[in-house]
């Protein structure tokens, strides 16, 4: 297995119940390497370019709403299949069906305050990385 990248947001709803730490610990825990990371707050433009693929999702606006509510913390994460072990420690996107001992199951509020987002492929990690880095802001 290749050592690969991915790209983690942890959501306003988990920065304003301070688990900016307890996540990361689980990421690292997991053998995740916090190799760029910064907290930001998102504008309403950046949200929905980010999340441009679910535009025609009912969920979209409110979605977008969620993600500019309060800071995030925008992070790449480096390590073996990166973007798989992410997946697995985030658990389901509902946290009612996430497996216990993943991220979603133990923090997060809903199926849309799922505390944490993660790449679905590698092909996306490099696109989402790139929407909120620039290179020499990731150091391994
Ligand atoms: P994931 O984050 O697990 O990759 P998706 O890419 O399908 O999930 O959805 C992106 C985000 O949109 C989710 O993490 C969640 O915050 C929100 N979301 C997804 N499905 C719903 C839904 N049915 N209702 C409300 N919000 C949703
Ligand atoms: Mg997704």
Do not use: W
Not at 41 to 64: I, K, S, W
Request: proline share 4%; glycine share 6%; net charge negative.
């Amino acid at each position: 297995m290749a050592v690969t990248r991915t790209f983690s947001i942890i959501k306003p709803d988990a920065t304003r119940r301070n688990l900016t730490g307890a996540v990361t610990k689980m990421l690292e825990e997991a053998g995740l390497r916090v190799v760029a990371s910064k907290r930001m707050r998102m504008t309403r433009d950046q949200a929905e370019g980010f999340y441009a693929v679910h535009r025609e999702r009912p969920f979209f606006n409110d979605l977008c709403n969620f993600m500019t509510s309060g800071p995030v913390v925008v992070q790449v994460l480096e390590g073996e299949n990166a973007v798989a072990r992410n997946r697995e420690i985030m658990g389901a996107t509902n946290p009612a069906q996430a497996d216990e001992g993943t991220i979603r199951k133990t923090y997060a509020e809903s199926i849309e305050a799922n505390s944490v987002h993660g790449s679905d492929s590698d092909e996306n990690a490099k696109i989402e990385i790139n929407f909120f880095f620039k290179p020499e802001e990731i150091v391994g």
